[in-house]
């Protein structure tokens, strides 16, 4: 046991120690046997002759409570095991999982490269055998953990990250991977050393089992890809990696049969060098010229040659075709990711071609779109978030426009929450110099608030300027909320010009019409400064709107008077109904009293007069259908 013990484990570090444990055996008890031993002493056999109360009492309220954190009886060990518990398990789509399985990228790309170049060239394995040597018991341990990882992995179900260790194990020995797992880490070296076997020449090619550990390496790559904020640059580099192991591996077959055939006899094989990086590098050269179809190889000699070059370049073909394609790929997610962001200018300008239509305007279009680019505005950007769910979407549009929102005057005082609302209702449009934003006359759909830049409310003329808004501020609102006493109805008031190029949120009247309902005293607001604009235009007619507060303020009235008399009338019919029905009661009872009078008489009895207090009523005799 290590010498520092947290508090709580004293107690039972000091009863192990006085319970003939010789110091020999305590040095041998490694923190999983010391588990083991608590287990079987506390959950296992309780008729156990030791005592066990120092062991309990060493341990805290969670460590004995079987269902805690800490809890598992497995858990009495050194702070090591504390720091690191035996239940730990790792959550699939976390940081730490993603950084182990890129480290495990390391031993399998090392296995895939390294093995084949000692196998194919000798004096490379006998050159740095140690180094090997080394290399090969961290990537056999790498694999041995990764499998231990495996098991400690958890997975979702319904949605929910299962913890639980004996399943996340049960469910990975259950799998398909498990088994190459396995095959993977199996010392088949060993395989050599038995006395009949024929000894593989040169160890690395009795390890070819490692590379089995291919599934994980694609695991890795999926996961980078999805991570990483370039995954089009990382598709090219993994593209490039496996092409270039293509080639590698080509090539150290182009060497191990050059050094068949004998290094130099022929211009097609591998010249006899000294130096084996220099065969290496023409084996590899040569490869290169096979397997991108450059073609230019010396011409082959003998049928080895022949057949090796042909299976050479038709792999060449199948490999050509896929980079191809993949590169072609690459290429257009990264043109249709750009185009998601910004319009594309090359349909409209076509069609500005198309129609003849040129000069400024073609002009202006063009420059639109540049500025787009330049600025990085995104007109279009809800159809690039549109995948997102509701409220996702609404964090993100939140986080990136809610502070240019705070900036509109109307909304400063508005809440978060409502503002997160908003912002899904808000389209970015962006407007060139120049460009009238509405015009006066025209029916009012929508109503801006200024995100960026200048415009100007325009007279007749289209040149004096009346006024100019900037950021912040807002307009279009006169011809959408119906205010009274407004000559204009629903149309537009002002024109109103871009000065430069503006940055607008655009907000529709349904979805203005529903906000405004939610928040009365924002429609007071606008009310009140469309008011103030109408009556300095001349376009508020006073009279009419004294008519139609005083036909508001009558109807109100009247509204008023007939709900008074409507709930007088509601409190009448309740008590006409609860008479009603104590009537009916009453009746009731009455018809079941008659009917016990009327009870059938015994025979003897049937002469008798019937008593003076109960004359026979046959008028109340009830008819069938009598309610
Ligand atoms: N003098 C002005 N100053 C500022 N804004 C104006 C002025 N006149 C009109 N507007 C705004 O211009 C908008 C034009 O469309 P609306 O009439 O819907 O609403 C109008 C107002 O919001």
Redesign the pocket.
Known sequence: LPPVLPPGQAPARQHLRTRAHSQDWRRRWTCHGVSRARLLLWGGDRRDPLSLEPLKSGLSAGQRDPKGGCSDPRSLCSPSCTAIPRNWTLDPAGDWHYRWISLMVLPILYNWVVLILRCCFPEVQEAHTGLWQALDGLSDALYLLDIAVHCHTGFLEDGILVRDISRTRRRYLGSWTFPWDVMAVLPTELLCLLPGVPRVPGVPAARANRCLRVPRLFEAFDRCETRTGWPNVFRMAKLMLYLLLGIHWHGCLYFALSAHLGLGVDPWVCPSSARPLRRYLHSFYFSTLVLTTVGDTPTPQREEELLFLTAGFLLAVLGFATITGSISTVIVNLSSASTAFYPDAGPVRRYLRAWGVGGRLAGRVVRWHQHLRAQRKLPAEWEVLQHLPRGLRAEVAASVHLEALRRVGLFRSWEHGVLRQLVLRLRPQVFGPGEFV?R?G?V?RE?YFIREGRLA?VAEDGVTQ??V?GEG????????INIKGNT?GN??????LSIGYSDLFCLGKEDLAEVLAEFPCARAAMEA??RE?LL??GQLDTGAEAAALAAEAEARRRLQGLEVALEGLQTRAARLLAQLEASALRMALRVQRLEGHRRPVPQDRSRRPPPPSCPTRPELRLQPGTP
Do not use: Q
Request: glycine share 10%; hydrophobic share 50%.
């Open positions: 509405c006066r025209d009012g109503m409310v009346l006024a808004l501020l807002y307009f279009g609102e006169i011809s959408l204009a149309r537009r008031t002002a024109n109103i400064k469309g604009l300095r235009m």
